[in-house]
C-alpha cells in the first residue's frame, strides 16, 4: 500500500461564500492554479481547510473536485474525527471518492485518557478497516496532544501506517521521531517556519499552510535541498519565515484566506465562529507575501 509521501503538500483551504455556503468553484479555480505548481499533491480537509467546521456531505463534495482536478498527484484527505467507529466510517467514503490516503488526526477531546495504549488501539483499528494507507496527523497546538515517541515503531510495524505529520514545530520531537521511525515510515512537516531544518532532520517533505498562497517559493525551498543547494534554502526558508508565522500562529485560518486573495487565490471567507481578519492587516501581509515570492526569482 505505498504512496509517495514526500514534497510540498498544501493543506487546501475550503472558500466560503459570505453567507457561509461552500465555494466549490473557487476551490477547483484554487486547485487549477496550483495545477501550474512543483506540487507533490493535495491534503483536502484538513485542519486549514477548517474541516472541524465542514458538514459530511461537504467533504465528501470537495473530495470529489480534488480527486478530478488532482490527476496523477496524491491526493490526502484528513478523515480524523472523535471516535474510532466514526473516523472508520468518513475514512471508508474517503477512499470511495479518490482519496489516495487518510490523514487521520489523534482524538482528543477526552486528552486525559488518550494515553499511547488508547491511541495505538485507535490507529491500528483505523488502519485495519481502511482501504487506504493512513498517516497520523500531529497537530498539538489544537488537539492539546503531543506525539508519544514510544508509540512511532510500534504503528510503524503495520503495513497500512505508512507515515506520520508532525505539526508541533518542534524540532526536537520531530528527530525523535525520525529516530525512532524505520526509514519506510515517512515523517512530513507540518510547520513552515521550520520546513528546511526538519528536511536536515530526514523529513520527506512537509504539509505546509503557507503553500497555500506561496507555493512557488515553497517549492523552491524543496527542490533546493534535493539538489544540495543548502545556501539557497536556507535564504528562501529566511525569506518565508514572516509569512509562515502570519498564516499559522499570528493570524490563523483567516490569515492564510487573506494572503491567498493578495496572491491571486480565493481564501473566501471563513465559517462562523471564526472571525474575518481585518483589511488594516492587509499592507502586512501583502509585505511578507513580496517578500517570499521575491526570493524565488533570486
Same mark, same amino acid.
Given at each position: 500500500?505505498?504512496?509517495?509521501?514526500?514534497?510540498?503538500?498544501?493543506?487546501?483551504?475550503?472558500?466560503?461564500?459570505?453567507?457561509?455556503?461552500?465555494?466549490?468553484?473557487?476551490?477547483?479555480?484554487?486547485?487549477?492554479?496550483?495545477?501550474?505548481?512543483?506540487?507533490?499533491?493535495?491534503?483536502?480537509?484538513?485542519?486549514?481547510?477548517?474541516?472541524?467546521?465542514?458538514?459530511?456531505?461537504?467533504?465528501?463534495?470537495?473530495?470529489?473536485?480534488?480527486?478530478?482536478?488532482?490527476?496523477?498527484?496524491?491526493?490526502?484527505?484528513?478523515?480524523?474525527?472523535?471516535?474510532?467507529?466514526?473516523?472508520?466510517?468518513?475514512?471508508?467514503?474517503?477512499?470511495?471518492?479518490?482519496?489516495?490516503?487518510?490523514?487521520?488526526?489523534?482524538?482528543?477531546?477526552?486528552?486525559?485518557?488518550?494515553?499511547?495504549?488508547?491511541?495505538?488501539?485507535?490507529?491500528?483499528?483505523?488502519?485495519?478497516?481502511?482501504?487506504?494507507?493512513?498517516?497520523?496527523?500531529?497537530?498539538?497546538?489544537?488537539?492539546?496532544?503531543?506525539?508519544?515517541?514510544?508509540?512511532?515503531?510500534? &504503528?510503524?510495524?503495520?503495513?497500512?501506517?505508512?507515515?506520520?505529520?508532525?505539526?508541533?514545530?518542534?524540532?526536537?520531537?520531530?528527530?525523535?521521531?525520525?529516530?525512532?521511525?524505520?526509514?519506510?515510515?515517512?515523517?512530513?512537516?507540518?510547520?513552515?517556519?521550520?520546513?528546511?531544518?526538519?528536511?536536515?532532520?530526514?523529513?520527506?517533505?512537509?504539509?505546509?499552510?503557507?503553500?497555500?498562497?506561496?507555493?512557488?517559493?515553497?517549492?523552491?525551498?524543496?527542490?533546493?535541498?534535493?539538489?544540495?543547494?543548502?545556501?539557497?534554502?536556507?535564504?528562501?526558508?529566511?525569506? &518565508?519565515?514572516?509569512?509562515?508565522?502570519?498564516?499559522?500562529?499570528?493570524?490563523?485560518?483567516?490569515?492564510?484566506?487573506?494572503?491567498?486573495?493578495?496572491?491571486?487565490?480565493?481564501?473566501?471567507?471563513?465559517?462562523?465562529? &471564526?472571525?474575518?481578519?481585518?483589511?488594516?492587516?492587509?499592507?502586512?501581509?501583502?509585505?511578507?507575501?513580496?517578500?517570499?515570492?521575491?526570493?524565488?526569482?533570486?
Amino acid at each position: 500500500m505505498g504512496v509517495a509521501l514526500e514534497g510540498v503538500i498544501p493543506p487546501l483551504v475550503t472558500p466560503f461564500r459570505d453567507d457561509g455556503r461552500l465555494d466549490l468553484a473557487a476551490f477547483e479555480q484554487n486547485l487549477e492554479a496550483y495545477a501550474e505548481h512543483d506540487l507533490a499533491g493535495y491534503l483536502v480537509l484538513g485542519s486549514n481547510g477548517e474541516a472541524a467546521s465542514l458538514e459530511e456531505e461537504e467533504k465528501l463534495a470537495l473530495l470529489g473536485v480534488a480527486r478530478a482536478q488532482a490527476g496523477s498527484r496524491l491526493l490526502l484527505a484528513g478523515t480524523g474525527l472523535e471516535s474510532t467507529r466514526a473516523t472508520i466510517a468518513l475514512t471508508r467514503k474517503a477512499a470511495d471518492r479518490g482519496a489516495d490516503a487518510a490523514l487521520v488526526l489523534t482524538p482528543h477531546y477526552y486528552k486525559a485518557r488518550m494515553t499511547p495504549e488508547a491511541l495505538e488501539r485507535h490507529f491500528e483499528a483505523v488502519a485495519e478497516a481502511s482501504p487506504v494507507p493512513v498517516l497520523i496527523y500531529s497537530v498539538p497546538a489544537f488537539t492539546g496532544i503531543s506525539w508519544p515517541v514510544g508509540l512511532t515503531s510500534t &504503528l510503524a510495524a503495520h503495513p497500512r501506517i505508512v507515515g506520520l505529520k508532525e505539526s508541533s514545530g518542534d524540532l526536537g520531537l520531530m528527530g525523535r521521531i525520525l529516530a525512532a521511525a524505520p526509514p519506510s515510515f515517512r515523517v512530513m512537516c507540518g510547520s513552515g517556519p521550520v520546513f528546511y531544518p526538519a528536511l536536515c532532520l530526514g523529513a520527506s517533505g512537509g504539509v505546509l499552510a503557507v503553500a497555500c498562497c506561496a507555493p512557488a517559493a515553497v517549492a523552491a525551498l524543496f527542490r533546493a535541498f534535493r539538489a544540495g543547494d543548502h545556501a539557497r534554502a536556507r535564504k528562501l526558508q529566511q525569506a &518565508l519565515l514572516p509569512l509562515a508565522a502570519a498564516v499559522t500562529a499570528t493570524h490563523g485560518v483567516a490569515g492564510l484566506k487573506r494572503a491567498m486573495g493578495l496572491a491571486g487565490l480565493t481564501g473566501g471567507s471563513v465559517r462562523a465562529p &471564526l472571525l474575518p481578519l481585518p483589511r488594516t492587516l492587509d499592507d502586512e501581509l501583502r509585505d511578507v507575501l513580496l517578500q517570499a515570492e521575491a526570493a524565488v526569482a533570486v
